[in-house]
């Protein structure tokens, strides 16, 4: 590597390892990190050093011509209906919480969901993802029950669902129901810092629990962190994607955290947009087949985060299909993004973006090419 300064060589190498499908140690992810520490993980004033920002544009312009070989320059769109505001859980992070007072709870109906997907097929989305806090109007045979029609009716189109932590039994069920996808973020690797965001009733043994289980019973399954969560250090992000090297989930979800004026964590800082593009582009070399979203939390953060999520390995889109009388409820955090290109109705404008950045929004379920066994085989 002539020309590469000699602090770039250890991580340059440790990236080729990964690309060639070797597993790295979590002193090793800390390694491909370690520029982001001096600088409160992007969020600091004092920049970050040279060799990192140096090395970040190498890591994304891999990323970028991993995706392109295994998924070319698709863009999968999924149609995301917020079922639900209500939650059981009280995650210090989130502006759904439940004792967010403030937050005005709504639950969409079946015949609200079903409407959703209507529209969401004919303006080309081949995915439904129902996403929902952990509402208990929503018990598992509604669930089922609601799987079947929605299979039924579309029975071309994938369904990811997206509830929160449940048992094996109604994993099981669900997947019985006909149920192809779901979308649990683990949120972070780290107990320490697992416990510094969400209060005591919670664990992170469960949450894992669940997402092997996810993956055992079939589902093709999703994990995820938000980055520069409140507490967070490059050591969690390190065992974070050790974690996701164990999993081999087949989507993973990643987006900055930003702050919500109704939670404990409201005067915090938001993560930084730069780094969110670095673990993107370690995901894509890690997981070169993997199914990655360039988040609203990403597009949201900055104008053009998602266009730049997906020059550095991102190739999902999220588009909200949820009726627009409740986007705004589904308030996880300020200013989240609803609409424009965000909204399922504004998906010409997205084309449109996402063809100026060199991207095709194209009709297709857009299922993994290719499973992870899981215990990183
Ligand atoms: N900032 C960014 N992401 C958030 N989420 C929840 N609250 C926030 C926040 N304040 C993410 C969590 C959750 C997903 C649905 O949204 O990671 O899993």
């Known amino acids: 590597m002539s020309g590469t300064s000699f602090l770039l060589e250890k991580p340059m190498e440790l990236l080729d390892r990964l690309e060639a499908g070797k597993r790295l140690t979590e002193q090793e992810f800390e390694e491909l990190l370690a520029g982001w520490e001096a600088n409160g993980l992007g969020t600091g004033s004092l920049g970050i050093p040279q060799w990192q920002a140096e090395f970040s544009e190498a890591l994304r312009a891999k990323a970028d011509r991993v995706r392109r070989r295994e998924y070319g320059n698709a863009v999968y769109i999924r149609g995301l209906i917020e079922c639900s ?63 079947r029609m929605i299979k039924s009716r579309w029975p071309e189109c994938a369904l990811t669902l997206s509830i929160g932590e449940k048992s094996r039994e109604a994993y099981e069920a669900y997947f019985q129901a006909g149920v192809d996808r779901y979308l649990l973020r683990h ?5 320490c810092h697992y416990r510094h965001l969400h209060p005591a009733e919670m664990s992170m043994e469960n949450r894992m629990r669940c997402l092997w289980d996810l993956k055992e019973i079939g589902f093709q399954t999703g994990a995820g962190m938000m980055v520069g969560a409140p507490g967070q250090t490059i050591s969690c ?9 164990e999993l081999r989930p087949e989507m993973v979800g990643i987006g900055p955290f930003l702050p919500h004026h109704d939670t404990p964590f409201a005067g915090e800082m938001a993560g930084s947009v730069e780094l969110t593009l670095d673990l993107l582009a370690i995901v894509r070399l890690m997981l070169p087949k993997v199914l990655l979203p360039a988040t609203t939390a990403l597009g949201t953060a900055k104008a053009d985060g998602r266009e730049r999520g997906m020059r550095c390995g991102a190739n999902v889109v999220m588009p909200n299909l949820s009726p627009s009388s409740v986007r705004s409820k589904y308030s996880l955090y300020d200013n989240k993004l609803a609409s424009g290109s965000e909204a399922a109705e504004g998906l010409q404008m997205l084309k449109e973006s996402m063809a100026a950045a060199g991207f095709q929004v194209v009709v297709d379920r857009g299922d993994c090419k290719g499973f992870g066994t899981g215990h990183g085989q």
């Open 237 to 245: 992000l390190a065992k974070d994607l050790v974690f996701l090297q």
């Open 187 to 191: 949120e972070t690797a780290d107990g």
């Open 85 to 147: 505001n209500y939650c059981k859980n009280d995650c210090y992070y989130c502006g759904i919480r439940r004792s967010n007072r403030n937050a005005q709870r709504y639950r969409l109906t079946e015949k609200e969901i079903l409407s959703c997907c209507q529209e969401g097929y004919e303006l080309g989305f081949r995915t439904f993802v129902l996403q929902g806090g952990e509402d208990g109007y929503f018990t598992d045979e509604r669930v089922t029950e609601l799987a």
